[in-house]
């Protein structure tokens, strides 16, 4: 197959980097003490000075910093490091937020965003933000159930969900 005709019908963001490697960076400053917050963030802008295209911050809220006003603060104190969060766990929030908050976070970055979904792994984070902690199957149907709504929140047309 040729070069154009792999990349004809692809995302601009797949064609973009097609044929090159990209290096991203994840911090969790669990283990600051003082001013966590400025930590990362430093430690982002540094990122950006030094290549990087990607800084990412985990969605582990029940420990760790909150992922999307920390990807708001990136998005305004760097000029082209893609923020990422790796990964928003999609049974953590109402998929119609998550998609509001991404749409206005890749707005905020000039489209920047890399967002990851997935199902969560840690029960006990789960036990800790009230919510259940259900089997693997039920996680990976909530997910396409996230998935979506979230294209249909995006979508030019009026959308419903039923499931």
Do not use: K
């Not at 963030?41 to 990122?47: D, I, S, V």
């Not at 295209?53 to 420990?63: I, K, L, M, R, T």
């Not at 766990?89 to 109402?94: I, K, M, Q, V």
């Not at 000039?110 to 199902?119: E, Q």
Request: charged share 20%.
């Amino acid at each position: 197959m040729t070069e154009a005709a792999a990349t004809r019908d692809v995302h601009p963001w797949v064609r973009d980097r097609h044929g090159r490697v990209g290096f991203g960076l994840e911090v969790f400053p669990i283990e600051t003490p003082e001013e966590p917050a400025r930590a990362l963030l430093t430690a982002a802008e540094l990122a950006e000075q030094l290549g990087f295209d990607s800084f990412w911050f985990g969605d582990h809220p029940a420990w760790g910093l909150d992922c999307w006003l920390h990807v708001a603060a990136l998005a305004m104190r760097t000029d082209r490091i893609g923020p990422g969060i790796n990964v928003a766990c999609a049974l953590y929030r109402n998929p119609v937020l998550m998609a509001r908050l991404a749409a206005d976070l890749d707005n905020l970055s000039n489209g920047r965003l890399i967002l990851g979904l997935g199902i969560g792994w840690d029960e006990n984070e789960f036990n800790n933000l009230g919510i259940p902690f259900p089997s693997v199957p039920q996680r990976q149907e909530a997910l396409e159930e996230a998935i979506a709504i979230m294209r249909g929140a995006w979508g030019q047309e009026p959308f419903s969900f039923e499931g």
